[in-house]
């Protein structure tokens, strides 16, 4: 093998964190951003819908949260086609802008009382311009590291992409601790709340400096070279990996369900529905976020020596199995350690499913129409399951009265998840790209 060859086979190992960082900083400021709206999911209800009724205000605001899930789709095609057309820096660099621009107009919104209906538009809009950036975003981000990655370390490479993820949540509820612990009700609410939307700028500015230093993945400028990049990557995927997409909408049913209840929609569900203080919801949701994270590297190293298959068979078994239990002692109980206890297992299960989750979409597809194949079939999966269920929740909970009808709706998408693993997807672990 030539000298060129190994240059581009073998990435100098002085750079993977540099490549890490950099395919992930966008990652950390997509779920800064829909993690503060989920935690101030209230607020944002207050200011933006004028409404009677606190819960009905909210599941307009959840339903707002919903729109940005729906241009995701159309994100994963246009931006899907230009990583697997341009290459993955190009595309990460834009979409880190389009964030970051969306996050920071936000902040800067009118609110009902200032224009009256034309604020919930504004907002919307906003929202679209959000959703259509997460698209590319997230598809194009894990692949980036998995072709970065070898077949033995993809797992643990992949789930850095879920850790600054899950670090852009935790970014979001350490400003819902801060801002309530420093601000009072009325001061948070009139204006405190934007200050940490307008810093959004801040991540996308930086973001977009250091994505602008990557060099391409050594899998996909091999492509380049023996021209096999693809003309159309999304007929291509149309046409020859239709088994694939439906596999992986239905994969991320029970996935994308589980990230946003546990990891956002419960700081709302703790304040509104439990009816226990925002300092104390903002505070159990930072310590979930925390064990999430510290738990997705070694989850993602496990999968490289058990298989994906296997791992997320044990994790979706096991919410299956205990999400109604754990939500039921959650909303009967108010000692902080057992509610502690019940978030803490929680997170734990689904950093499991996620780490091997991830990887195992990227190795669905080939390098030609990896991003597009994953930007499309993961983005309709959050469209249609992970864009309502905030609502949906909000709805059954109101309907039944019930809270324990989190854990209902979410051992159903659950269970989709588990069967489709079982019987119409591979193991696929130490896959050559």
Known sequence: ???????????????????????????????????????????????????????????????????GFVMRPFGGIVFGHLADKAGRRTTLSA?????????????????????GVLAPILLVTCRLLQGMATGGEWGTCTSFLAEYATPFNRGYIVSWASVTMAGGLLLGSLCGVLLS?????????????RIPFMSGLIIAIYGYYIRRGLEE???FEKAVQNCEV?????????????????????????????????????????????ELPATTAFGLNSLLLITYMICLPFFGMLTDRIGRKKQMLIAYGAFALLDYPLFSILSSTSNLAVMIFVIEALGIILAMAIAAGMPMVA??????????????GYNIGQALFGGTCTFIVTWLIKATGNPNSVAIYLVILVLITFFDVLLFIPESYRKEF
């Open 1 to 67: 093998m030539s000298t060129p060859e190994l240059a581009i086979n073998r990435p100098q190992k002085s750079s993977k964190m540099k490549t890490i960082v950099g395919g992930t900083i966008g990652n950390v400021l997509e779920w800064f951003d829909y993690g503060l709206y989920g935690y101030f999911a209230a607020v944002i209800s207050a200011n933006f819908f004028q409404s009677k009724d606190p819960l009905t205000a909210l599941m307009l605001t959840f339903a707002v949260f919903g729109v």
């Open 95 to 115: 979409t880190v802008v389009m964030m970051g621009l969306g996050t920071f107009i936000v902040g800067c919104l009118p609110t009902a009382d200032q224009v």
């Open 181 to 193: 612990n420093l601000m009072s009700q009325e001061a948070l609410y009139s204006w405190g709340w």
């Open 217 to 219: 993945t050594p899998v």
């Open 230 to 274: 693809s003309k159309s990557p999304l007929i291509e995927v149309l046409q020859h990996h239709r088994k694939e997409l439906l596999a992986l909408i239905f994969l991320i049913a029970g996935a994308t369900t589980s990230y946003w209840l546990i990891l956002t929609y419960m700081t709302t569900f703790i304040i509104k529905i439990l």
């Open 363 to 376: 190795e669905m597809f080939p390098t030609r129409v990896r991003a597009s194949g994953f930007g499309i």
